[in-house]
């Protein structure tokens, strides 16, 4: 399906999918609630830059604000194919509030418009959850014609027929 870019992340019982038909998704979700600052994941995942940010401000908003830069970084990561192997002290956000974009270490803009970044936090069962995406606008418009059978070869969408068929007692 290469009309659609897709995009997963679970924690815990919350299972995001991220889909785009504009370019490229990346998405990540963590436990609002989790603790990072205290167990000094902020030297492996942060720029000093963004260090310098957290380390400012008030203890009870230092682990939420890793956590967002945690899910944002995961997020571009994915987006861009590269996972876990791009290291997370080699790009960084800014603080909390402000338009999000890819920073380099020191704390300049890396990336341009073309990049959406956001982040929201969701409730369930008791628990919330911030959940972070990164979209690439690849420029090519809007995909209105998503459909299956005009975005597989006509022999792809046989074998999916055949084999639904099949699954569902059918011929």
């Not at 990346?26 to 380390?55: F, K, M, N, W």
């Not at 970084?73 to 996972?83: F, P, V």
């Amino acid at each position: 399906c290469d009309q659609i870019d897709i995009s997963l992340s679970h924690t815990d019982d919350l299972l995001l999918v991220g889909l785009t038909t504009r370019g490229l998704i990346g998405v990540d979700a963590e436990r609002s609630d989790r603790r990072i600052y205290s167990r000094g994941l902020d030297r492996q995942i942060c720029t000093p830059h963004e260090r310098l940010i957290v380390s400012r401000l008030p203890l009870a908003e230092r682990d939420p604000s890793l956590v967002r830069l945690w899910t944002l970084k995961e997020a571009y990561s994915k987006a861009i194919g590269q996972g876990l192997q791009f290291r997370f002290t080699e790009f960084g956000f800014g603080p909390d509030g402000r338009p999000t974009q890819v920073h380099r270490p020191d704390g300049t803009p890396g990336t341009g418009d073309e990049w959406t970044f956001c982040t929201y936090v969701l409730g369930s069962d008791g628990l919330e959850f911030c959940v972070s995406t990164a979209v690439y606008d690849a420029g090519l418009g809007r995909t209105l014609d998503a459909e299956i059978t005009t975005m597989l070869d006509a022999d792809a969408v046989a074998a999916l027929n055949e084999a639904l068929g099949e699954a569902l007692g059918g011929p």
